[in-house]
Antibody, heavy 118, light 108 residues
Framework: EVQLVESGGGLVKPGGSLRLSCAAAGFTFRNHNMNWVRQAPGQGLEWVSFIDSYGSQIYYADSVKGRFTISRDNAKNSLHLQMNTLRAEDTAVYYC???????????WGQGTLVTVSS | EIVMTQSPATLSVSPGERATLSCRASQSIASNVAWYQQKPGQAPRLLIY???TRATGIPARFSGSGSETVFSLTISSLQSEDFAVYYC??????????FGPGTKVDIK
């Protein structure tokens, strides 16, 4: 069974930083592209970032480009999102999501809440 | 950027009835659409990909159709566990993989 478990969320002040992690199990992590998707409170879903299985092809949503950095450690079956210069509008539940093979998301973690507030 | 719209925003349906949800793309996206179900406090779950292929473990009462710019998700006979929010997502133009705003299916 595929398991994705996010961690690292919390309360941070505007301008601050946070690093999210996603621990993967139940599948061959190094063979799969991965994503971060977020959901602001009471709102819809927003794709944030993509990384291919090798860690060489990376994309970001315009809303986070230059502030967020996605990375992965295939030896440790883990995905990360370094978030810098955080803004109030970054407040959301952040989900780790596995790519289903063609840029849709076939497995999701339970999410971790990031709150940016003074 | 492709804009995805969904209608209606809310659909009130009685258990056992059929529900049809619509999703439109601002330009042609072939069949590169996925549908997700999200219940309160839970992560989204993949239902359909490639417009009409059911994901693993998804009951046959869920079906998807459409191509180019118009897509639909049909739930043939609503069960109590189907009351949720449903999102469509395009992946023909990547990045970004844009989602629709969602349709909430609630109990009539």
């Amino acid at each position: 069974e595929v398991q994705l478990v996010e961690s690292g969320g919390g309360l941070v002040k505007p301008g601050g930083s946070l690093r999210l992690s996603c621990a993967a199990a139940g599948f061959t992590f190094r063979n799969h592209n991965m994503n971060w998707v977020r959901q602001a409170p009471g709102q819809g879903l927003e794709w944030v970032s993509f990384i291919d299985s090798y860690g060489s092809q990376i994309y970001y949503a315009d809303s986070v480009k230059g502030r967020f950095t996605i990375s992965r450690d295939n030896a440790k079956n883990s995905l990360h999102l370094q978030m810098n210069t955080l803004r109030a509008e970054d407040t959301a539940v952040y989900y780790c999501a596995r790519d289903g093979g063609n840029y849709y998301f076939d497995s999701w973690g339970q999410g971790t809440l990031v709150t940016v507030s003074s | 950027e492709i804009v995805m719209t969904q209608s209606p925003a809310t659909l009130s349906v009685s258990p056992g009835e059929r529900a049809t949800l619509s999703c439109r793309a601002s330009q042609s996206i072939a069949s590169n659409v996925a549908w997700y179900q999200q219940k309160p406090g839970q992560a989204p779950r993949l239902l359909i990909y490639d417009a009409s292929t059911r994901a693993t473990g998804i009951p046959a009462r869920f079906s998807g159709s459409g191509s180019e710019t118009v897509f639909s998700l049909t739930i043939s006979s609503l069960q109590s566990e189907d009351f949720a929010v449903y999102y469509c997502q395009q992946y023909n133009y990547w990045p970004p993989g844009t989602f629709g705003p969602g349709t909430k299916v609630d109990i009539k």
